[in-house]
């Protein structure tokens, strides 16, 4: 079924879309329902600062042409009277409703603002009758701006300050900005379409690689190199996938690996047990008692593989708990010599236990031994022409450590990191365990792993053989 879901360039458009409206709505908003009166009190507090200016410089010898400038550039008539309503300094603005009023009409507007605190602001709508510009009309909307603030000059007299101003509509201002605000929202809408476009471009080409490449990986092509590049993010993504897909690669290797190796060690079990049940049938005298002990060896070791490899699964996967306890692993090495040593003599092999006095650990003694088991029969597989193993136990700080050493070929540098892995192999070619199932290490580091403070590893060079060593918390007391 087709996926309903928005593709990335049109999810980018969405979002972008949404933004540009949200930003010109508040636009809009301001422009239609906000302009007049953020303009009024914009009005008004330049008319409260001028009157502060003005105050500050009462006695300045330049007063008039402040007060000229004010009125030429600010459009504000500024009239400074006495308590009588007096005229001592003036400047008419382009428009003035306060220019023709007698000196008792100041005087009066003095008298409220001394009843006021000494300030006194009052906003009037215009009558259509005010004013000294004659022939002028003005909107019948104007409001008419009166702050009248009283102050005293250095000889202590108290003058009054009168501020009159208008408040005409802006409506073409108004219309103007409205014609400017549409062109641009159109250039938005615009730019947006073009960086959608752009930006889905530059987001979808990496990511289009990355979609082609995983679906090669997902259709089985191990090798699948990820090599999109675009920017930071895109190119982490390239390496974790790169990663993942070395791990998978390895994976498969393994795979293949451990296809063959099981096929090898139970085609061998299971040709001697077919071998010698049809002799036995077909032959009754050969129906001997070595015979019969072949074919119970053979299953055993048949056993054993399927056997190791159910119990690395399970502990691979967290599925196999510990059984703790205190006991001698010193004692359990030695039984552990004593029980294979005449088979492995018998081989050609020779072992050389130097395992002294008791030495008390707590662990599970059934995995310790498993792990004893495999080391060994791990040395005996590459023990090389020398067949001689020698199994060490001693104390090493407050641990007890156990070490197998073979005089084999040694083990490369290069695959000493590896040797640990589920079913790796440091050679090519498969030889079939005489001991063991081939699964060993693998067992040993799962088992120690799972130990607290346990501690595994292999000290080993080409050409001087291998130690391998386990290591577990040392008990003082028995």
């Known amino acids: ?49 001028k009157a502060e200016l003005i105050a500050s410089k009462i006695d300045s010898p330049d007063l008039d042409i402040l007060l000229e400038r004010i009125a030429h550039y600010e459009d504000i008539t500024v009239i400074i009277i006495d308590g009588d309503g007096y005229r001592l300094h003036e400047a008419e603005a382009r428009f003035s409703t306060i220019w023709a009023l007698s000196p008792s009409s100041l005087a009066e507007r003095y008298t409220m603002a001394i009843k006021n605190d000494g300030v006194f602001f009052e906003t009037r709508p215009y009558d259509g009758l005010e004013g000294s510009l004659e022939g002028v009309k003005l909107p019948d909307s104007t409001a008419i701006l009166t702050y009248i603030k009283i102050v005293h000059n250095q000889e202590g007299q108290r003058l009054g300050i009168i501020m009159d101003s208008t408040v005409t509509p802006i409506s073409t201002t108004a219309n103007t900005m409205l014609i400017q605000l549409l062109a641009v929202t159109g250039g938005m809408v615009l730019i947006a379409v073009i960086v959608v476009l752009v930006l889905s471009r530059q987001i979808e080409k990496p990511m289009g690689a990355l979609i082609i490449s995983a679906k090669e990986l997902a259709a089985g092509k191990s090798d699948v190199v990820f090599d999109a590049q675009g920017y930071k993010e895109i190119d982490e993504l390239s390496s974790a996938l790169n990663s993942v897909s070395k791990e998978i690669s ?31 049938r077909d032959l009754p005298s050969e129906s001997t008692a070595e015979n019969i002990q072949i074919l119970i060896d053979e299953t055993e070791r048949l056993a054993n593989l399927v056997n190791d490899m159910l119990d690395l699964s399970k502990m691979q996967e967290g599925g196999t708990k510990l059984n703790l306890a205190k006991y001698d692993i010193n004692a359990s090495v030695s039984k552990i010599i004593d029980r294979h040593s005449r088979l492995l003599e018998r081989q050609g092999y020779t072992i050389e236990c130097e395992v002294d006095g008791e030495a008390f650990v707590y662990a599970d003694e059934v995995k310790i031994s498993q792990v004893i088991y495999n ?26 450590r156990l070490e197998v050493i073979d005089h084999g070929v040694g083990i490369d540098v290069d695959v000493l990191s590896h040797i640990w892995d589920r079913y790796y192999k440091s050679d090519k070619v498969h030889r079939r365990a005489e001991v063991g199932t081939g699964l060993g290490l693998s067992i040993v580091k799962s088992v120690i792993s799972m130990h607290p403070g346990g501690v595994y590893g292999v000290e080993s060079s080409v050409g001087h053989g291998s130690k391998f060593y386990i290591e577990l918390p040392r008990l003082l007391t028995k």
């Open 1 to 49: 079924m087709k996926s309903s879901k928005l593709t990335l360039r049109w999810k980018i458009f969405l979002i972008l879309s949404v933004f540009i409206v949200l930003m010109l709505g508040v636009v809009w908003f301001f422009q239609l329902f906000l302009l007049d009166y953020f303009y009024s009190e914009t009005k008004e507090r330049e008319i409260k600062d």
């Open 250 to 280: 390895r994976v498969e290797h393994l795979r293949r690996e451990l296809i063959s190796n099981v096929s090898h060690d139970l085609r061998t079990p299971l040709t001697l047990i077919k071998g010698y049940g049809e002799m036995m």
């Open 375 to 400: 080391l060994l029969s791990n040395a005996v597989n590459y023990s090389g022409e020398d067949k001689t193993i020698i199994v060490k136990s001693y104390p090493k700080g407050d641990n007890i």
